[in-house]
């Protein structure tokens, strides 16, 4: 059965430092999306993206982050210089109609 | 108040009991209904997504959606220990828009 995959599982950054988070989504589908959630926490709607561009953003979503789909088949999550607010773990889902469907994650730690 | 929410739990049934899991919502501009299950640091996955009011039944599991509460439940039959894990209701108002999660609630089954 075709799945989301994340890369990498576990990323440990320090603060101010740039990461790069991966995500294939399954192949037919055309609607993205990234959401995170804290420790303990809600899972929370970041952004989301479609025909190359973005389609919707929360408040958390401010111009540190940043989306892309650098080619047909990956779709990354760019956060510029890292907080330690941004501790998480993020997670990319995709869609072909209406169901959402998760990846396992990356779990972000900046110290 | 909030957008959505779920007793946090944990709720502990012997195996073999019938599991009933609740969300309440506020916004009635709501109309798509998910539940997801999520294993300790993975990925929530897709279990039942609802469009109307009423019951929506997938094996062991029943999503039921009273629209005029403003309530969502998920039953599960016959639960087995592999059922443990923390159950989210998720909320959309546009199918594919973002989805709004609830808490979770943890549930426990005992062999």
């Known amino acids: 059965e075709p799945e989301v995959t994340q890369t990498p599982s576990h990323q440990v950054t320090q603060m101010g430092q740039e990461v790069i988070l991966r995500c294939v989504p399954i192949?037919?589908?055309?609607?993205f999306y990234w959401y995170r959630q804290i420790l303990g926490q809600k899972v929370e709607f970041l952004v989301s993206?479609?025909?190359?561009?973005?389609?919707?953003k929360s408040e958390i979503f401010d111009d540190q982050f940043s989306v892309e789909r650098p080619d047909g088949s990956n779709f990354t999550l760019k956060i510029r210089s890292t907080k330690l607010e941004d501790s998480a773990m993020y997670f990319c889902?995709?869609?072909?109609?209406?169901?959402?469907?998760f990846g396992p994650g990356t779990r972000l730690t900046v110290t | 108040q909030k957008e959505v929410e779920q007793d946090p739990g944990p709720l502990s049934v012997p195996e073999g009991a019938i599991v009933s899991l609740n969300c309440t919502y506020s916004?009635?501009?709501?109309?798509?209904f998910m539940w997801y299950r999520q294993y300790s640091r993975k990925g929530p996955e897709l279990l039942m997504y609802t469009y109307s009011s009423g019951n929506k039944e997938d094996g062991r599991f029943t999503a039921q959606v009273d629209k005029s509460s403003k309530y969502i439940s998920l039953f599960i039959r016959d639960s087995q220990p592999s059922d443990s894990a923390t159950y989210l209701c998720a909320v959309n108002n546009n199918a594919g828009n973002m989805l709004t999660f609830g808490g979770g609630t943890r549930l426990m089954v005992k062999p």
């Open positions: 916004n009635s501009a709501f109309q798509y």
């Open positions: 192949s037919n589908h055309l609607y």
């Open positions: 993206f479609y025909n190359n561009e973005i389609s919707e």
């Open positions: 889902a995709s869609r072909q109609q209406y169901e959402q469907y």
